[in-house]
């Protein structure tokens, strides 16, 4: 059996998802993050976007969060999200939506909706977006 790490997964409402895993994949401010057992401890920011979880069977569960904290300890590894999310739970349409109400802001100067707020959801649809892609990819269409 392969080596694995204690991992949670957990937003300011719920905690998404708690178990044994053998990797954990993520998005750092400074790139991308690969977590195995006896990596080195870590506090990192996460930016918006997809958490791959391959628990210790092997199997891939996908996570979006919004932003938050990763930090490894030496037996585990805990995600504090703003939003985290299943990616089977993520809505494309609204998404979708999202997305293309911050380009027009962003396109319309004047606008009710400030530029910050504008780029903020602009970013977070598209990271909802590519957990979609990502979970899409996994399951083979």
């Given at each position: 059996?392969?080596a694995?790490?204690?991992?949670?997964?957990?937003?300011?409402?719920?905690e998404?998802?708690?178990?044994?895993?053998q990797?954990?994949?993520?998005?750092?401010s400074?790139?991308?993050?690969g977590?195995?057992p006896?990596?080195t401890?870590l506090?990192?920011?996460?930016?918006?976007g997809?958490?791959?979880?391959r628990?210790?069977?092997?199997?891939?569960?996908?996570?979006?969060?919004?932003?938050?904290?990763?930090?490894?300890?030496?037996?585990?590894?805990?995600?504090?999200?703003?939003?985290?999310?299943?990616?089977?739970?993520?809505?494309?349409?609204?998404?979708?939506?999202?997305?293309?109400?911050?380009?027009?802001?962003?396109?319309?100067?004047?606008?009710?909706?400030?530029?910050?707020?504008a780029?903020?959801?602009?970013?977070?649809?598209?990271?909802?977006?590519?957990?979609?892609?990502?979970?899409?990819?996994?399951?083979?269409?």
């Amino acid at each position: 059996m392969a080596a694995t790490i204690s991992c949670h997964v957990v937003s300011a409402e719920e905690e998404i998802y708690s178990g044994e895993v053998q990797m954990v994949s993520a998005t750092g401010s400074l790139g991308e993050l690969g977590i195995l057992p006896g990596h080195t401890p870590l506090l990192s920011p996460l930016i918006p976007g997809p958490v791959i979880l391959r628990n210790a069977e092997g199997e891939e569960e996908i996570v979006y969060v919004s932003g938050g904290m990763l930090e490894v300890q030496a037996k585990e590894v805990i995600i504090l999200a703003d939003t985290a999310i299943r990616a089977h739970d993520v809505d494309e349409a609204a998404a979708l939506e999202a997305q293309k109400q911050a380009e027009h802001a962003l396109a319309n100067q004047s606008s009710e909706m400030d530029y910050s707020t504008a780029m903020i959801m602009f970013a977070e649809a598209a990271a909802q977006l590519r957990t979609l892609q990502a979970l899409k990819k996994k399951l083979g269409g």
